[in-house]
């Protein structure tokens, strides 16, 4: 298994010749707190687009069918609707799929479209709790309460609620009766959205917010490739372009991380693989062959193959450690960008990753 844990790679000493910037905590406090009543004056239904279209699936469709629908529509996730209950109960998402794929694959050497076609998204959930331990005394399911929004939830609470459940988006939706039936789906609300929001009013007064002008190697902020001479509690990991596909979604889950970088001998960027990827599998019924003879490389084409070039370019950006957080912070609110690679100069030798929870940690503190 072809897998950089990081350890050969360690930023050396003389890259982090910048002078370090002074930082009063009285300014990243102050900074904190202006943020903090910005969202609070803010709500959720000023992150609903002028047009679109949310996608929602029925808890009884095949697994199999799920996985084409995200795959066409080009989404990570999309929220289940029971009919029988009338009302939304979670959300699926590639994760699932991954999970899906490593399970099915431990009982076999291939997996059979059989399998997915017999086996619903209802079922799998159930399924799924049981693997996790998520049973009552009686041994039974316990059914999880979908983690959602109301329109008029102020941003500073949907943002919690993201960072604190570790999901990547949450449903926003809204009902005209006391006991929250007949729901409607408004909207899947972001980190990404919300940044967006506070990139538009803050760029236009960055005085204001000190912290906005640190470069970000001055900031515990993200993950970072260990300098030398430096241990690390958590290896930071990154994957050649052979490494197999099952390796690649073992240490995805194992890592509890949501992408990792391809780099090259180097260690210089080549790609990234996140767990949105997977849905590219549903081409061609990828995940019908044997996934430890597939490459990330090959695995990352198929989606490449039927994405348009500004998505393809979304897909892996990059930043400097000089780069102000300010800087950083627009980057991440463009749409499908939820990760900057942190890159050497030049070189393009990977330094580390930060992604959107790691800003919206550091600035709610």
């Not at 790691?358 to 503190?365: A, I, Q």
Request: charged share 20%.
């Amino acid at each position: 298994m072809e897998v950089d844990t990081g350890l050969t790679h360690r930023i050396s000493a003389v890259t982090l010749n910048q002078a370090m910037p002074r930082i009063l905590e009285e300014d990243v406090q102050a900074s904190r707190h202006q943020i903090s009543v910005f969202l609070a004056a803010h709500t959720a239904y000023e992150l609903l687009p002028e047009s679109g279209k949310v996608v929602a699936l029925d808890v009884d469709l095949p697994v199999k069918q799920a996985f084409h629908i995200l795959a066409e529509q080009g989404i990570p996730m999309a929220p289940l609707w029971d009919f029988y209950k009338g009302k939304f109960v979670g959300v699926i998402s590639a994760s699932d799929f991954i999970l899906i794929l490593r399970e099915l694959g431990n009982h076999g050497s291939n997996l059979t479209e059989e399998e997915l076609e017999t086996h619903t998204i209802s079922a799998w959930k159930e399924g799924k709790a049981y693997m996790n331990g998520q049973v009552d005394g009686h041994g039974r399911p316990i059914p999880r309460h979908l983690i959602s929004a109301g329109p008029h939830d102020n941003l500073k609470d949907v943002a919690l609620k993201i960072l604190q459940n570790g999901v990547a988006i949450i449903p926003v939706i809204h009902s005209s009766s006391e006991d929250g039936s007949f729901p409607q789906l408004l909207h899947l609300a972001a980190l990404s959205g919300i940044l967006k929001c506070m990139c538009k009013y803050f760029k236009h007064c960055p005085g204001s917010l000190p912290i906005l002008q640190l470069p970000i190697y001055a900031i515990h902020l993200g993950t970072w490739v260990p300098r030398i001479g430096e241990s690390s509690s958590r290896p930071f990991a990154m994957l050649r372009p052979t490494t197999s596909l099952i390796s690649a979604l073992n240490l995805l889950v194992q890592a509890q991380v949501s992408s990792i970088p391809i780099v090259d001998d180097n260690d210089s960027l080549l790609d990234i693989y996140c767990r949105s990827d997977i849905t590219a599998l549903a081409k061609g019924r990828a995940y019908t062959h044997n996934l430890n003879e597939m490459t990330v490389y090959q695995a990352l084409q198929l989606g490449q193959d039927s994405s348009s070039p500004y998505e393809r370019s979304q897909r892996c950006q990059m930043c400097l450690r000089t780069d102000a957080l300010l800087k950083v912070m627009e980057q991440l609110a463009n749409p499908g960008v939820r990760r900057l690679v942190i890159v050497e100069a030049g070189s393009n030798r990977v330094e580390g990753i930060i992604s959107l929870t790691d800003v919206f940690r550091f600035l709610l503190g």
